[in-house]
């Protein structure tokens, strides 16, 4: 069985997809803690599904390097075979990022390479695109640059505004995160070569 740490940073609907996911008996993953850079909504989910929570401040640390070593050393103590990053809007500082990977992956709203950053869907929508889409990667050094296991295309529709567009990527966003983590358990997907084969 895969355990999985996820990190939030608001709402947490891609963590509740998760949590609901694996609840089924047959789902070969387990969360076993959701940690935050801040008080967010999606803490009420992992609560809900009595699932241990914690919390590292982005704001009560001097650096984001000192926070990134306390989010570190909370995420050890649970020794997690992964970690997912499912709306958390924090850049994690490289060492930590060197600690997990390539066992650290992250959803995001866009069909990477395309519209990487915190803002994903507002700038496809600036953008004029007819598409965007929805991509699950492997973390690594960059902004939202790391191999890529997952993506599928959304339409974007005459007067979508970054809301509506948002909630309809969204859905797409928790198949293919609930499905890589699926196949990661399995070891349909090697994250170990995915990455290797991404830097070769
Ligand atoms: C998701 O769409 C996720 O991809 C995005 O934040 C949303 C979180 O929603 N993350 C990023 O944009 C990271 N660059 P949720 O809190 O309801 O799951």
């Known amino acids: 069985m895969l355990t999985v740490a996820v990190l939030i940073s608001g709402a947490g609907s891609n963590l509740r997809a998760l949590l609901e996911a694996a609840s089924a008996p047959d789902y070969p993953a387990r969360i076993i803690a959701v940690g935050a850079d801040r008080d967010a909504a999606g803490f009420a989910h992992a609560e809900e599904f009595g699932i241990p929570t914690f919390l590292v401040p982005f704001r009560q640390f001097e650096s984001r390097e000192a926070w990134g070593r306390e989010l570190g050393v909370q995420l050890a103590a649970w020794k997690p075979d992964l970690v997912v990053l499912s709306g958390m809007m924090r850049l994690l500082p490289a060492e930590l990022v ?10 995001h709203p866009a069909y990477l390479p395309e519209f990487p950053g915190a803002h994903g869907v507002r700038d496809a929508i600036a953008a004029g695109v007819a598409q965007t889409g929805a991509s699950v990667i492997v973390v690594d050094h960059g902004v939202d640059s790391g191999p890529i296991l997952a993506q599928e295309r959304v339409p974007v529709l005459p007067g979508d505004d970054e809301a509506a567009l ?22 349909d997907i090697d994250l170990a070569a995915a990455s290797a084969e991404a830097s070769s």
Do not use: F, M, Q
């Not at 859905?171 to 890589?180: A, G």
């Open 166 to 187: 948002h909630e309809r990527i969204k859905p797409v966003e928790r198949r293919l995160l609930i499905d890589v983590v699926r196949r990661i358990a399995s070891g």
């Open 98 to 107: 060197e600690r997990w990977a390539p066992n650290i992956i992250n959803t």
